[in-house]
Structures are given as C-alpha cells and as structure tokens.
C-alpha cells in the first residue's frame, strides 16, 4: 500500500528557508514525475514544484527562482529547498504524482506539512 508522509514544515519567518520531505513507500514514483502541491487556508490546492524521474525540475511562476525540488531516487524521497519565503507561502504542502486538477479529489494524500511564514 502506498504510503506519502512529507516533513519539514513550521513556522518561519518572511525571508527565511525551510526544506521539506516526501518520503514514498511503494512504487508510487518508480519511473514517474513527483511534484509538489499545496493548500492554503481558504484556497484550493495548487500545483508548486514537479520534477521529472531523470531529475528536471518545474516550477510555477510565483516560486519560480525561490525553491528548488529535487529528488533521491534511491531513497524514493523528494525534497523542496524553499528560499525567501513569505506569508503568501503559507500553506500545507503535499506532495504527490504529477496530477490533473480533476484528479485531485480522487487520489490518495498523505498528511501534508505546515509551512507558517509569520513574523
């Protein structure tokens, strides 16, 4: 059974870093695209970051040049290096395959983790 357990988040300040975790049990993303996705209180969950299996990342442009995804592939673990974060940032963070949004209601999730940025 696949299991996505992502970590990292807390609180920090505007301008701060914080990087984040998914760890994947199972072949979720044997040989796919991972990506990064998050919710905000009131809002709609929204693709961040993705990277291919090869390791060729994508980003939407509001974090465009402030994250960086990356991916261990030995370790079935991703990782996003989130620079110069700011209250817009807040938000609880998944992580996941590379998804249409008309799937998002119909897929497994794992817990998420909170990013707080607040003075």
Known sequence: QVQLVESGGGL????GPLRLSCAASGSIFIGKAMAWYR????KQREFVAGITSGGVPNYTVSV???LTNSR???????YLKMNSLNPEDTAI???NTVLLRA??????WGQGTQVTVSS
């Open 72 to 78: 261990d592939n030995a370790k079935n673990t991703g």
């Open 103 to 108: 799937e998002y209601g119909s897929v497994y």
């Open 64 to 66: 465009r040049g402030r």
């Open 39 to 42: 919710q905000a209180p009131g």
């Open 12 to 15: 920090v300040q505007p301008g």
């Open 93 to 95: 963070y998944y992580c």
